[in-house]
């Protein structure tokens, strides 16, 4: 059988081009599963996976767990907010307290940039990252690019926006990191305030201007501002802020050509895109949500291949 080239998926970073397709091409296959009356298919039932989010989440984290028990795994779930980690446990004695009883696979979001990483150094389980603060987001990417790929045929030569809050956001550097590996032309667009120093370097185009990005590209993946890890005040307003780099239904019907719409979510209605173009027939967001559970049932379904069994 195929195999990727890593043990764990920490970051689009350590993914070879050959690896984001077979994960694909996987994914293709299980999509033709979720759509048949009976979901499930056994392949996973020897094997034990644990959801753990120290972080709130509810597209991720549902998306996991549904395409963990269309693989026929045995699922625990843990959350921060109601465990023993409100009484100062560490976060390797939490993952060893559920190792010990013999957990195979941990997925994990946390708020710390390089906390997956951290737990795959640390346990013989196999490690996914769910979302690691403003470092990465994979499974987020290679849902992204496979809807692409899926509406456009191809992502190889397409012009992607990403427009905002891209300071803050995993979910920016795991995209520009996959579009690049499968051959797309990226664009980062927003405030200067929002755009970190020196992002050129990773090849992308830079623009702090809306219409112009939107006259470029292709695809626009309008993403969230993240007032919850803003510790400054990045913009005068929200009202500002979608004045200047909000998609409304009057820019986009204004572009010289037809563009599709992307957000990961959750959606701030009325700031970073409008309700009319988030439930317009460009917008594509309930597809990318879709596609994340035949991707992730792709990504675990691999890394099982890779869990020695007695
Ligand atoms: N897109 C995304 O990661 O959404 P959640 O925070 O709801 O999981």
């Not at 109601?82 to 446990?89: C, L």
């Not at 990483?117 to 769910?130: G, H, Q």
């Not at 990005?213 to 993403?223: F, K, Q, R, Y």
């Amino acid at each position: 059988m195929d195999n990727l080239s890593v043990e764990h998926l920490i970051g689009i970073r350590d993914l070879t081009k050959a690896d984001i397709e077979l994960i694909f091409k996987t994914a293709d296959q299980f999509k033709d599963v979720i759509n048949r009356p009976i979901k499930k298919v056994p392949s996973l039932r020897d094997v034990t996976i644990a959801n753990l989010f120290f972080e709130n989440s509810t597209r991720t984290r549902l998306s996991f767990e549904l395409a963990e028990k269309r693989l026929s795994a045995d699922v625990v779930n843990f959350s921060a907010s109601s465990s023993s980690v409100s009484k100062g446990e560490t976060l390797v004695d939490t993952v060893n307290n559920i190792l010990s009883m013999k957990v195979d696979m941990v997925v994990m979001r946390h708020p710390n940039p390089g906390a997956a990483k951290f737990l795959s150094d640390r346990i013989d389980a196999k490690v996914v990252n769910a979302g690691d603060g403003t470092h990465e987001h994979p499974t987020q990417a290679l849902l992204d690019a496979f809807t692409i790929r899926e509406k456009l045929g191809t992502v190889e030569g397409k012009k992607v926006v990403i427009v905002g809050d891209i300071l803050h956001s995993r979910v920016a550097l795991s995209n520009i990191l996959c579009l690049q590996k499968l051959g797309a032309e990226v664009m980062v667009c927003g405030p200067t305030t929002l755009i970190p120093n020196h992002i050129d370097k990773l090849g992308v185009k830079v623009s702090h201007n809306l219409r112009h990005a939107l006259e470029w590209c292709d695809v626009a993946n309008m993403l969230r501002i993240q007032l919850e890890r803003q510790d400054i005040k990045y913009f005068p307003s929200l009202r500002e802020y979608s004045m200047l780099f909000g998609l409304n239904k009057e820019i986009l019907d204004s572009l010289s050509k037809e563009i599709v719409v992307m957000h990961p979510g959750p959606i701030n209605r009325g700031v970073e895109i409008t309700s009319d173009v988030a439930d317009s027939k460009q917008a594509v967001i309930l597809q990318q949500v879709e596609n994340g559970v035949a991707i992730r049932m792709a990504v675990i379904y691999l890394l099982a291949g890779k869990i020695e069994r007695q």
